[in-house]
């Protein structure tokens, strides 16, 4: 008697997806720096805690996207967190309606949108929806260590000294931080300028630390912003205007 062979129950198990995309060398071939823009990329390599300043149109905050991108492919950081003060609308985000990473969104639109440009949307999302890419305010941030992180602030014109202490002492083991602002725009009223003095005081002779500024000649985002910037500069000049 023939014996018939049961059809085997155990389901052959496919090969485990990985849980975010494995940014390759090519999502980041199509990028050209200046040498300025690479000067500014490499100190972010070689220090811990970089500070970039700049007028619009330098191309601080694409940089700096750029290098946490980076940092995340070559198994640098196991987390990019991105900071903004969030003060752009005048609203205070306990106002605002929707869930706190809705309230959060609007203000992050320039990290999206470079990110963007580096290793396109569908890659962006899922590393935002498996929780590699984090969105955090300023406000909401006491308390939590960022180990094994690259961290981000940028529009750090508009954060008081006290903000930019409670952002930097959130770095924890294996962290890299990078600061961005331009100190020509400001978004609140009369402001002391706290980050020159976070700079020039707060991280005078800290190892491993570097502060970075863009001159107007290093614009690329259009040519007029150069003359726009001249305009603004003199009428600042010519009225007294911090």
């Known amino acids: ?3 018939i062979k049961k059809k085997s129950t155990l389901k052959i198990l496919k090969e485990e997806e990985p849980t975010f995309p494995i940014i390759q060398k090519a999502d980041f071939k199509h990028i050209k720096f200046t040498p300025n823009q690479l000067t ?3 100190s972010i390599k070689s220090n811990i805690v970089t500070v970039c300043t700049g007028p619009a149109g330098t191309a601080k905050t694409f940089i ?3 290098s ?3 940092h995340y492919a ?3 950081c196991k987390k990019i967190v991105l900071f903004k003060p969030a003060v752009e609308s005048g609203d205070a985000l306990g106002f605002l309606p929707g869930t706190l990473q809705e309230k959060i969104a609007p203000f992050m639109e320039s990290y999206i949108s470079n990110m963007q440009k580096i290793i396109g949307k569908d890659n962006l999302r899922v590393l935002i929806d498996k929780g590699v890419i984090e969105m955090k305010s300023l406000s909401h941030i006491r308390g939590a260590t960022e180990d094994d992180s690259f961290m981000m602030l ?3 014109q508009n954060s008081d000294l006290r903000q930019m202490i409670l952002f930097i002492t959130r770095m924890g083991k294996d962290s890299r931080v990078v600061i961005c602002g331009d100190t020509t725009q400001y978004d609140v009223s009369k402001r002391k300028r706290d980050l020159t003095t ?3 005081v707060i991280m005078k002779d800290v190892p491993s630390f570097t502060d970075f500024k863009f001159e107007k000649n290093d614009i690329v985002r259009h040519p007029l912003l150069v003359k726009i910037t001249d305009n603004y500069e003199k009428y600042k000049s010519d009225n007294n205007i911090d």
């Open 154 to 156: 940028d529009e750090a």
């Open 198 to 200: 976070f700079t020039n």
């Open 1 to 3: 008697m023939t014996k």
């Open 74 to 76: 070559k198994g640098l």
């Open 40 to 42: 500014f990329f490499n």
């Open 68 to 70: 946490a991108l980076d």
């Open 64 to 66: 700096a996207c750029y």
